[in-house]
């Protein structure tokens, strides 16, 4: 998938492998960012990045594909390796995905893949907060981005990371606990208050956002 830069961004679709060309500098960043993270979408798994022939002369440019890597690791069942050495690591679990529609039933689907999921690998006492944050991740969809939505999940170790991602630009910001006396605006608090960790990683069209749940903070809850 070449882009219209300096450097190129070479894949072939059923290769683990993407390799990069030519010059990268600052100016280009953001273009060979948006090729890996489409890439990395669309087929979860490794994805190992070959930089042997590519020049970086600006280490603002390295910065940002380091940068690349860190915006991924918290997506389900995603790892993005620069220049790796040795044999690849094992890939991470099969993800569980599913296409929903910007519909108020979508939280309902949502919830009857996350508890699957859970019983499937292990993890039921992450069944209820994973479905109290996947339902507010899809309601914001349906409410705002008013796109189709393709959710995904898998896990990693004790826990399990969500994404739900789709096609508008607009970023969820949290600006902490609502009001008492406002109406709506606390879905983000309680991805918060479940989550270890949650975010939004930008794509060309659109965003993943994402979280991370951990059965020993559940496990601490309960106790």
């Known amino acids: 998938m070449p882009t219209d830069a300096r450097c190129l961004v070479e894949t072939d679709e059923s ?3 993407v390799r990069l060309t030519g010059v990268l500098d600052s100016s280009e960043v953001e273009t060979v960012r948006d090729a890996l993270l489409a890439r990395l979408w669309r087929h979860p798994g490794v994805l190992l990045v070959d930089l042997s022939g590519v020049r970086i002369p600006d280490p603002v440019a390295r910065d ?14 995603a790892r993005l390796l620069l220049d ?13 995905d599913a296409e ?19 019983a499937r690998w292990g993890l039921p006492e992450l069944t209820e907060p994973a479905c109290i944050a996947v ?18 999940l898998a896990p990693r170790g004790g826990a399990l990371h ?18 008492v006396d406002s109406v709506g605006g606390r879905g983000l608090l309680l991805i918060d208050t479940v989550a270890r960790r949650w975010g939004s990683t930008a794509l060309p069209d659109g965003k ?7 059965a020993e903070d559940e496990a601490a809850y309960r106790n």
Do not use: F, I, Q
Not at 136 to 146: I, R
């Open 208 to 214: 993943v956002v994402w979280c991370v749940l951990y």
């Open 84 to 96: 790796p050495h040795g044999p690849p690591p094992d890939a991470p679990p099969e993800p569980l």
């Open 162 to 179: 969500v994404a739900v991602r789709d096609h508008s630009t607009g970023r969820p910001t949290y600006g902490g606990p609502a009001p």
């Open 135 to 152: 339902t507010e991740m899809v309601n914001n969809v349906v409410a705002h981005a008013v796109t189709p939505m393709t959710l995904r």
């Open 15 to 17: 290769s683990p492998t």
């Open 64 to 77: 940002a594909l380091d940068e690349v890597c860190r915006a991924v690791d918290d997506w389900p069942a």
């Open 100 to 118: 929903l529609p910007p519909v108020a039933e979508a939280a309902r689907e949502a919830r009857v893949l996350v508890t699957g999921g859970c």
